[in-house]
């Protein structure tokens, strides 16, 4: 199917690039643009529960997901004391039919964008491109990027239509929501708690949790997901399978 429409998706976060995808799937055309000069791996270790896994999969990345990902078997709660507050079993293991993902943040960004620009092509997704603002006419969208390093013009881009996929300070979302302000400072500061977050290579501290904080900065091994909160203290351990991570 050729659709004929040519899509701007502002933003090269995980929403973006699979926003292209998907669009490339259904025959439209799109171009991503991102903001930052170069896109690099950055981020903490997330969960990909098993809805947004079967969306990833039926676009076709199963493979690499299974490959880069850890398949989530069980989330456990403990208290500061190492005393088991909670658990129960993910993904397969709960019975759905698509697995949940532990994953590092950034390693899915790089998926993705390896993946558009394989299918869409190299010159698809636009970095250095941070959108200053657009106009909507009758015809489509005219949509102006400067550099954000020099606030100098990078390109003035026509498309038929305009994706925000610009993140928690939306520019896009600001434009249509101008009196809206900021995210809420409560939000904020309950996602500056989370202290550490990342993926382990051992289940250390399922019954102590000093251990899990004193293995935790470096995040080496790669067998869970971990997430330390300091206020209430608080361990959340996601534990996988036993297929070693990549
Ligand atoms: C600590 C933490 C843990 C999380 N854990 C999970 C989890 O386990 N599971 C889960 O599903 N989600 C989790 N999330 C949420 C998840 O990371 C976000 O929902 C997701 O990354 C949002 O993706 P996005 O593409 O919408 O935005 P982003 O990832 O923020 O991407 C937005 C992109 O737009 C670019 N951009 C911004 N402004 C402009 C502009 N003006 N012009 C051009 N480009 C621009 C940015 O540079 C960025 O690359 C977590 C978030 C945090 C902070």
Redo the contacts with the bound molecule.
């Keep these: 199917m050729k659709s004929g429409l040519d899509v701007i998706i ?9 926003t292209a995808l998907a669009l490339h799937r259904f025959g439209i055309s799109a171009r991503v ?4 000069d170069q ?1 690099s791996p950055l ?7 098993p809805n ?1 896994v079967r969306e990833l999969t039926e676009l076709g990345l199963g493979d690499r997901l299974a490959e880069t990902g850890i398949p989530t078997a069980e989330l456990a709660y403990f208290n500061k004391h190492g005393q088991l507050i909670w658990k129960e079993p993910r993904g397969l293991a709960s019975g759905y039919r698509w697995p949940q993902y ?1 994953i590092h ?1 950034g390693e899915l ?1 790089v998926l993705l964008y390896e993946a558009v620009r394989e299918r869409l092509g190299a010159d698809r997704v636009l970095s250095g ?4 603002s657009f106009e909507v006419d009758a015809d489509g969208v005219t949509a102006r ?1 400067v550099s ?1 390093a020099t606030g100098a013009p990078a390109a003035t881009v026509r498309g038929d239509a305009l994706i925000g ?8 979302r600001r434009a249509f929501y101008p009196d809206e302000g900021e995210p809420s400072r409560r939000r904020a500061r309950g ?1 500056r708690r ?1 202290s550490r ?1 990342g993926l382990c290579t051992e289940l250390v501290g399922q019954s102590n949790v000093s251990t899990v904080r004193a293995t935790s900065p470096a995040f080496i091994a790669r067998k869970a ?1 971990l ?1 330390s909160s300091s206020r209430p203290r608080r361990v959340t351990i996601s534990s996988s399978s036993s297929r070693p991570w990549r």
Excluded: P, Y
């Design positions: 502002v933003g090269g976060g995980i929403g973006g690039l699979t643009f991102e903001s930052v896109m981020g903490v270790g997330i969960n990909i529960q947004g532990s943040r960004q491109h941070h959108l200053k990027f954000r996929a610009d993140g928690i300070h939306s520019a896009v996602t989370v977050r997901s997430m």
